[in-house]
């Protein structure tokens, strides 16, 4: 296809009809992938809550795992932080006082 002689205008044209077909093949492929999914599943005798739990697996063993506290609250022992995230509620009060995280450091 030679895109050299049209205009603008048609050029922009010619983009959204590329983009609509792209993305109405991009659904029909899906919708396919979905179904072959199904018939396979079907085949094996897998429900679709066992196929929900092969998710739900992969998404457990992505996660770190646990992390130990390095903060402790000094005024109440079982206030702990590991220092990732948002700071608890009682280390911003904490830390509002003028002191520093090195001296809750466990």
């Known amino acids: 296809m030679q895109l050299d002689h049209l205009s603008l205008n048609e050029l ?3 983009r959204l009809k590329v983009d609509q077909e792209i993305e109405s ?6 919708k396919e992938g979905l179904e072959k999914i199904k018939s396979i ?9 066992e ?5 739900a697996l992969n998404k457990t063993a992505a996660k770190r ?3 130990p506290p390095k903060y402790r609250d000094p005024n109440n022992a079982a206030n702990t932080w590991t220092g990732r995230g948002r700071k608890p509620k009682w280390v911003e009060e ?10 809750i450091a466990i």
């Not at 599943?41 to 809550?49: I, K, M, N, P, V």
């Not at 196929?51 to 998710?55: E, G, I, Q």
Request: proline fraction near 0%.
């Open 12 to 14: 922009q044209v010619l």
């Open 25 to 30: 093949r991009r659904v029909q492929v899906r």
């Open 41 to 49: 599943a079907a085949e094996y005798g897998l429900s679709t809550d």
């Open 51 to 55: 196929l929900k739990t092969l998710t």
């Open 65 to 67: 795992g646990v992390v």
């Open 94 to 103: 904490y830390l509002a006082t003028g002191s520093t995280l090195s001296a």
